[in-house]
């Protein structure tokens, strides 16, 4: 909701590996660009920048 707000942004594309979650996602903000293989979606939109997002479980824990 925050990028769709902004005035700097002129395009929205989402990726996910899962496309139930990707049309629910997509559905429940309105973003018609969606993608399953970021590859594809690399080589179709003109990206200025990407937000990667993983659920917590997915991040590396700190061994110090």
Do not use: W
Not at 19 to 34: E, K, P
């Amino acid at each position: 909701p925050t990028l769709q707000a902004s005035t700097d942004v002129d395009k929205i594309a989402i990726c996910d590996l899962d496309a139930t979650r990707l049309a629910t996602v997509g559905n429940q903000f309105n973003i018609a660009a969606r993608y399953t293989d970021v590859a594809t979606m690399v080589r179709a939109e003109k990206l200025d920048g990407v937000i990667i997002s993983t659920p917590h479980i997915a991040h590396i824990v700190d061994s110090t």
